[in-house]
Every structure is written in structure tokens, then in C-alpha cells.
């Protein structure tokens, strides 16, 4: 029997809605019927993408979110209960890494240039900031929007976890540790929220070219850095991931239709990096 996805009427609440990656993810669900609630720190991106979604004949909101303020989110979770209606499906999409908790140098040596930024001079707020963000930026929106879920037919939860919380990159620890926590803690909640019928999964994307990390991918003249090389030759696919190629995972784990028995997953859309030796 063939199954067409779609999300007419859910209520879809989208943190990070203010980045590209998430924006995009909001624009899309609302193309598919959704009720779209744009959660950000900068309200004004959020906006941005809501008037875009509106603009085309689609229902969206945008809220001034800080996922690391619990009492905050929860009045921004009344704000959308009284606009779109209670939450159906929740993408924790707000995370990211900070220059202060990566190091210069991705092996330790003796005769680093002066000024190198070792792992012993990683700055412990700017640890506790990337590990904050991205760990209890998913966790206190669950337990905020989560209250509305429990028993809702087909409601479910996405986290966006990452290629690092398989094997960690180098120069990066609290970001990789931070994506590692995630793809536990997406485990722990399908568990813990599996008698009342909440799915939780999480896709853990590949490279793709960000705002975030353009300047350490590309160099100046556009060509790629050392370091992109090193992932395109590690990527089967020879080459980084588009925004839109993210879209069908995350469409699949969380249509009921197609999903109601996928529950705890880690999905990869990575080109193949996951799968590759190097050899």
C-alpha cells in the first residue's frame, strides 16, 4: 500500500529555527500541511523564515526562544498552544560549536608554534557553553513541550545528533562530546517515553557547508581547506551534503505512517562517511 508523508494540521515546534538548517527543515514541514512554531535566540532570523512560509500559503509563528531557560520555554510553550494548538512533533535543532572549545592543533606535540591553542588551554567556559548548548538545549525543551505530546497519536521527537558522536573529529572535544550525550539521550527517551507513545529518534547528518564552519572548510579563494579534503576523502560520495538531502530522514522518522515502529534510531546521512575504513 502506497503512503504519501505528509503533516497536515500537526503542530511542528522547530528550536534553532533562526540558523539555515533549521529554517529550511521549518519551511519544509509547513509545505507538508504543518503548523510550524520557529524557536530562536534571534527572533528576527526566525521571523525571517515564518514570513517566508506564510508568505506561501503556510501556517507559522515565530518565538523568542532561549533553550537553555527553562521558564522562558515554558512561556513560550504557552504562547504556542494558544496560537497553533499543542505540540505534535518536536525537532531539537539548536546546537553548535564555539571557537573557545576547539583547539588549534589536532595532534599534541612538543614543538608547537607559539601561540598554538592546545587542549590544555581550552577555555572552560567556552567548554561548558557548546556542551550547555547543545545538551541541555535538547534536554529542556523536551521536558518543556513534551508535557503536550503524552498520548497524542503520532507524536515524536527528533534530535540532531552527529558524525562525531560516532568517532569524535579532531580539535573539537566538547562538540563531539556534546553530539555523543545527544545520541544517548535520544535512546534514553525512546525508552523512557515508549508507554505513552512518544517516538523519539535522531539523525546524525554528515558534512555539510554552514555558516558555521565555511571558514574552516574553505579557504580565502574558495578552494578547500586541508581539513576539507581530509572529509571528501573520507566521504564514499566524494562530496558534502545539501540541506534539502536531510529532509527525507527526517520526514521518515517522523511520519507515523511510515515510522510507528522506529523508535531509539541514529540515522546517518552521510554519504557513506559512517560506513568507510579510510582503506
Known amino acids: 500500500?502506497?503512503?504519501?508523508?505528509?503533516?497536515?494540521?500537526?503542530?511542528?515546534?522547530?528550536?534553532?529555527?533562526?540558523?539555515?538548517?533549521c529554517g529550511f527543515f521549518a519551511k519544509e514541514f509547513a509545505k507538508a500541511g504543518a503548523k510550524v512554531a520557529l524557536l530562536d535566540l534571534n527572533q528576527e532570523a526566525a521571523q525571517k523564515f515564518a514570513d517566508e512560509i506564510t508568505a506561501e500559503g503556510g501556517i507559522a509563528k515565530a518565538y523568542k526562544a532561549n533553550v537553555l531557560e527553562k521558564d522562558n520555554l515554558e512561556e513560550v510553550r504557552k504562547a504556542v498552544l494558544a496560537d497553533l494548538g499543542p505540540t505534535d512533533i518536536l525537532i531539537n535543532g539548536a546546537g553548535g560549536n564555539n571557537p573557545k572549545a576547539t583547539t588549534d592543533n589536532e595532534f599534541h606535540?612538543?614543538?608547537?608554534?607559539?601561540?598554538?591553542?592546545?587542549?590544555?588551554?581550552?577555555?572552560?567556559?567556552?567548554?561548558?557553553?557548546?556542551f550547555n548548548l547543545n545538551y541541555l538545549g535538547t534536554l529542556l525543551p523536551t521536558q518543556v513541550f513534551a508535557q503536550d505530546m503524552v498520548g497524542r497519536p503520532g507524536a515524536n521527537i527528533i534530535n540532531i545528533s552527529s558524525m562525531n558522536a560516532y568517532t569524535p573529529l579532531t580539535k573539537i572535544p566538547a562538540y563531539s562530546g556534546a553530539k555523543a550525550a545527544i545520541s544517548n539521550f535520544t535512546q534514553w527517551l525512546a525508552v523512557h517515553f515508549s508507554q505513552v507513545g512518544i517516538r523519539c529518534n535522531a539523525i546524525a547528518p554528515g558534512f555539510l557547508v554552514s555558516n558555521q564552519n565555511r571558514a574552516l572548510l574553505f579557504n580565502e579563494d574558495g578552494t578547500p581547506s586541508a581539513r576539507a579534503e581530509k572529509i571528501l576523502r573520507n566521504t564514499p560520495m566524494g562530496r558534502f551534503g545539501e540541506a534539502e538531502e536531510l529532509v527525507g530522514g527526517i520526514f521518515f522518522l517522523a511520519d507515523e505512517n511510515l515510522a510507528s515502529f522506529v523508535n531509539g534510531v541514529v540515522l546517518p546521512i552521510d554519504g557513506g562517511f559512517s560506513a568507510y575504513s579510510g582503506v
Do not use: H, N, R, Y
Open 1 to 21: 500500500m502506497s503512503k504519501v508523508i505528509e503533516f497536515k494540521d500537526k503542530v511542528v515546534v522547530v528550536t534553532g529555527a533562526g540558523g539555515v538548517l
Open 109 to 130: 606535540a612538543t614543538d608547537l608554534p607559539e601561540g598554538t591553542k592546545t587542549f590544555f588551554d581550552l577555555d572552560k567556559s567556552g567548554i561548558e557553553f557548546v
